[in-house]
């Protein structure tokens, strides 16, 4: 399951196949992106369920911030290639030894996330409902 490509994002590449980003420079280092910046690597896989499976993976090892202890530089922190290589497919291999369970936790992390946006979209419905009846005190 552990069939992947990790190499140095060059602006203009465009992948075929399944894919995803990882933001390599400064305090979120190791988050995972659906987009390219400037400064990422990039995650190349055979299949979506590869790809989504080591998604979930890259997503918990940046929000659990594992990836602090590797960064280097003095102003702008960052993450070099060869240890990110070496520290993702250890613990890839480590993390889908129990896949079933990685699955569950997928899925609960999917769920947390839909759950998550339906909470933002909630309160910005509140703040908008909140501007409408205060600007009506300013209106009079």
Same mark, same amino acid.
């Given at each position: 399951?552990a069939n992947?490509?990790?190499?140095?994002?060059?602006?203009? #590449?465009?992948?075929?196949?399944?894919?995803?980003?990882?933001?390599?420079?400064?305090?979120?280092?190791?988050?995972? $992106?659906?987009?390219?910046?400037? #400064?990422? !690597?990039?995650?190349? !896989?055979?299949?979506?369920?590869?790809?989504?499976?080591?998604?979930?993976?890259?997503?918990? $090892?940046?929000?659990?911030?594992?990836?602090?202890r590797l960064l280097v530089?003095?102003?702008?922190?960052?993450?070099?290639?060869? &240890?990110?290589?070496?520290?993702?497919?250890?613990?890839?291999?480590?993390?889908?030894?129990?896949?079933?369970?990685?699955?569950?936790?997928?899925?609960?992390?999917?769920? $947390?996330?839909?759950?998550?946006?339906? !909470?933002? &979209?909630?309160? #910005?419905?509140?703040?908008? $409902?909140?501007?409408?009846?205060?600007?009506?005190?300013?209106?009079?």
């Open positions: 399951m992947f490509i990790i190499k140095t994002h060059k602006k203009g #590449n465009v992948y075929k196949s399944e894919h995803f980003f990882i933001l390599n420079k400064g305090l979120n280092s190791g988050k995972p $992106l659906n987009e390219p910046c400037a #400064n990422c !690597f990039v995650i190349v !896989f055979s299949s979506s369920e590869e790809r989504e499976s080591h998604y979930w993976t890259a997503f918990s $090892l940046w929000k659990s911030k594992f990836w602090h530089g003095s102003v702008i922190p960052f993450l070099r290639l060869p &240890e990110f290589k070496k520290e993702f497919s250890f613990k890839s291999k480590e993390i889908l030894a129990d896949f079933e369970s990685h699955k569950k936790d997928v899925a609960a992390l999917r769920l $947390l996330e839909q759950k998550e946006k339906q !909470f933002h &979209e909630n309160i #910005n419905l509140i703040n908008d $409902l909140r501007r409408v009846i205060l600007y009506r005190y300013c209106k009079k």
